[in-house]
């Protein structure tokens, strides 16, 4: 089931965990709920090469691409 809720996170850079609350490593802070936040962007990095080694789906988006499958996940809930 764990394998299952691996599946996105926003690319990292150095100013968009702070903007964005730290939402873009938010597989990392469900993983390790008790990490601290200024720790979970370089985590985040090293979780990909984890995530291919054991063939988990786990998509990284663009700060756009996070922002544009939002809009379209809630305009899919929005339309039920």
């Not at 691996?6 to 690319?11: D, G, M």
């Not at 150095?14 to 903007?19: A, G, T, V």
């Not at 291919?52 to 756009?64: D, G």
């Amino acid at each position: 089931m764990c394998h299952k809720r691996l599946r996105l996170s926003c690319e990292v850079s150095e100013c968009k965990p702070l903007l964005m609350g730290y939402l873009n490593c938010q597989v990392i802070h469900h993983l390790f709920p008790d990490m601290p936040q200024f720790r979970q962007p370089e985590v985040s990095r090293r979780f990909i090469p984890f995530a291919k080694k054991w063939n988990l789906n786990y998509k990284v988006l663009s700060y756009y691409g996070a922002w544009k499958a939002g809009a379209y996940t809630r305009s899919i809930l929005s339309s039920t």
